[in-house]
């Protein structure tokens, strides 16, 4: 069950998990094979490890990926790959944990039976 | 690379200063005898000072080059009498003799420069040497300038680095005063400010000689030149030793290299290696520096294809030196399609001692399975190390030279973790 904490904590990943796609993207069009630079890559880094965290092994795309290695010299199309499946993997982790209230909203499954307000399943959308 | 006496009268060092005034000294020196009725003495220390092969700055291939005749000597003298300035004062910068003498260019205003002061060369030779570790033998230097006597003396014995091939001695200059051409040049003179319209007639070809003797007869326009030079040396900075090549150029290199077939069909291999050679030792400047290509053993027997000086600047380099004593860092480049068995063994010969058990293949195609367990098998047994780069790297490398994201350097440090996570643990 999630907490209010937890779910605050899962929106502000998406939110910087989806910046550093958008950013990445544009690069990887532009320019697939360069190298993401340190200062990005730690960041990158550190999202990546937080959403780990919040995934846990059910959750999280790849069992053998945790970060990625500054020394393998990881391109911007293989950030941006590896940022699309933790988007899908923490829309998965949402869709699992969203109920449809009384009143008709999608709401996130809270311990306490507090309604936050959530976006219907990615799937549902569509 | 030209000294440029022009970096030591900007100096801000006294010590400099001092040797531009001891050089000019000794230039002016020349002027005296020769309006002294010391004609020939001045014309014989000038022809002496034309050529300094101790120093060897140039584009002679053999550091040797031919002194001025006696003619151009007597040419030069001429200026302290015909221009009455010089007549009266000598010279304020005596690289102005470039503007009235035909066939006086930046390479002999850098030998003027380093016989006037090869007595603190030779002091400032076997004090780097000595903090260095360069081997000094004894040896003969064939002349220099006494600032005492204001002669030269000649057959000068010294302990001096001498060319282990000719025994000649070899003379070290401070980086601090190189640059690829003067600052007060004639060609820039020539360019920008002399007075064509004064000088030439409509339509008529601009003649270098033209120029020489309008100046003998203008001294005001050459004097105009020199105080803009002098106004401006803030900007006069000494040239780095390499400059890496331009972005464009090492794309339109990646480019060959990719179509060029493996194999030696039409000297293939020749440039690839030339080609590679040029895009290497500018991508992984400055961290690895000093690249020589075609570099033989003391034995001459091996010839190595391209050999880098370690500086152990990054924390990459500075573990290859210490896991693998790689002082230098060994490139072998080959153009095949397969590398084989010998191609390995070839790289692992070099891996001696002095050069560290640390060997890149530069080659087409990443190594075939069984190859990649020879090397594998060279580290378990030997802890030697090869890693192979390939066009795909190099073309890496030429992708973050030119997004400066990450350093080129970084692509072989890539190609070493890859490498040791095949080797056992």
Redesign the interface.
């Known amino acids: 069950m999630l907490t209010r904490k937890k779910v605050d904590h899962f929106e502000k990943l998406t939110g910087q998990l989806t910046g550093i796609h958008d950013e990445l993207s544009a690069l990887a069009k532009k320019?697939p094979?360069?190298?993401?630079?340190?200062f990005k890559l730690k960041f990158v880094n550190a999202v990546l490890t937080q959403c780990n965290e919040l995934l846990g092994s059910d959750y999280r795309p790849f069992g053998d990926f945790k970060e990625f290695?500054a020394?393998?010299?990881p391109s911007n199309s293989d950030v941006t790959f590896i940022a699309s499946q933790y988007l899908q993997a923490l829309e998965k982790f949402r869709s699992d944990n969203v109920i449809q209230s009384k009143t008709g909203w999608w709401v996130y499954a809270v311990k306490d039976g507090e309604e936050i307000r959530a976006a219907p399943p990615a799937k549902l959308e569509r | 690379m030209y000294v440029d006496p022009f970096l030591l009268w900007k100096s801000p060092s006294q010590q400099d200063k001092a040797l531009h005034l001891a050089m000019l000294n000794s230039f002016n020196h020349l002027g005296f005898l020769a309006k002294s009725g010391k004609a020939e003495e001045a014309i014989s220390q000038l022809v002496l000072a034309s050529e300094c092969d101790e120093v060897g700055l140039g584009v002679s291939a053999r550091r040797e080059g031919r002194r001025i005749g006696r003619e151009q000597a007597q040419e030069i003298l001429d200026l302290f009498r015909s221009v009455p300035e010089y007549d009266q004062r000598g010279f304020h910068h005596f690289e102005e003799i470039q503007f009235y003498v035909d066939g006086i260019s930046k390479d002999r205003i850098s030998d003027f420069s380093c016989n006037f002061i090869k007595s603190f060369l030779i002091d400032f030779t076997i004090d780097q040497s000595e903090a260095l570790g360069i081997p000094l033998s004894d040896c003969v230097v064939s002349s220099y300038y006494d600032p005492e006597r204001h002669s030269f003396i000649s057959d000068f014995p010294a302990r001096l680095p001498v060319n282990p091939d000719t025994g000649f001695p070899l003379l070290l200059v401070p980086k601090r005063w190189l640059r690829f051409g003067p600052w007060i040049s004639f060609e820039e003179y020539f360019k920008a400010y002399c007075p064509r319209d004064e000088i030439f007639n409509p339509g008529e070809p601009p003649e270098r000689v033209r120029v020489l003797n309008y100046n003998r007869n203008h001294y005001g326009v050459v004097e105009t030149y020199i105080r803009e030079k002098e106004r401006t040396a803030a900007d006069c900075h000494t040239d780095p030793l390499f400059t890496q090549i331009p972005v464009l150029s090492a794309k339109r290199k990646i480019k060959q290299i990719e179509n060029l077939p493996s194999g030696n069909v039409a000297a293939a291999d020749r440039r690839y290696e030339e080609t590679a050679v040029q895009l290497l030792s500018s991508l992984l400047y400055p961290h690895l520096d000093f690249a020589s290509a075609q570099s033989r053993t003391d034995s001459g027997v091996q010839i190595r294809d391209l050999i880098f000086y370690n500086n152990r600047s990054h924390p990459f380099l500075a573990e290859l030196f210490a896991e693998y004593g790689s002082k230098q860092l060994v490139m072998e480049l080959k153009n095949v399609r397969d590398i084989e068995r010998e191609h390995i063994n070839q790289l692992n010969r070099y891996m001696a001692d002095e050069l560290g058990r640390f060997g890149v293949l530069v080659t087409r195609h990443e190594l075939n399975r069984a190859r990649r367990q020879n090397a594998v098998d060279l580290w378990s047994g030997q802890r030697k190390c090869i890693i192979t780069v390939t066009d795909v790297d190099l073309?890496?490398m030429v992708?973050?030279f030119e997004?400066k994201?990450?350093s080129p350097l970084?692509?072989l440090?890539?190609k070493y973790?890859?490498f040791r996570r095949d080797c056992p643990a």
Do not use: F, I, M, P
């Open positions: 320019t094979n360069d190298a993401v630079n340190l290695d020394d393998t010299l | 073309g890496q992708e973050l997004s994201q990450r970084d692509v440090k890539k973790v890859e």
